[in-house]
Every structure is written in structure tokens, then in C-alpha cells.
């Protein structure tokens, strides 16, 4: 039977984290979350490497378009 408690154990932590988790978002009566903040970008200036892909991808230039752009 100890493998039963060991699995017991580990769905009730489950239980706890989804349960913490849900207190914590905001109630009916609460007023909801801000929207996240959008990164500052330059429209006038070409993406830096490191930079934001302008494609809305959420990778950064070097990963997505950049490569696209050498071929």
C-alpha cells in the first residue's frame, strides 16, 4: 500500500497548486488584471538582431525573419 500514499500524496499537492493557483486570479467583484505591456519598438529604424521580430512571431529577428531575409 505505500504506492497507493505515494500517489495520494502527489495528487493532493496537485490539488493545493491548482487551488493556490485560483485564489489568486482575480474574483467577479475584483477589478481584472492589466493588459500586458507591448515592447517599445522604433517603426522608423530596422529590427536589431536582438530585437522583437516585427512579424508579431514573438521570437526574436535573429531567429525568425532574419534568416528569411538571407536567402
Do not use: T
Not at 485564489?23 to 467577479?28: E, R, Y
Request: charged share 40%; hydrophobic share 15%.
Amino acid at each position: 500500500m505505500p504506492e497507493h500514499d505515494q500517489f495520494e500524496k502527489r495528487f493532493q499537492r496537485q490539488r493545493e497548486e491548482k487551488e493556490r493557483y485560483r485564489k489568486a486570479l482575480p474574483k467577479d467583484d475584483e477589478p481584472p488584471l492589466p493588459p500586458p505591456v507591448e515592447p517599445i519598438q522604433n517603426e522608423k529604424a530596422p529590427p536589431g538582431r536582438n530585437d522583437p521580430c516585427p512579424c508579431g512571431s514573438g521570437r526574436k529577428y535573429k531567429q525568425c525573419c532574419a534568416k528569411k531575409a538571407d536567402r
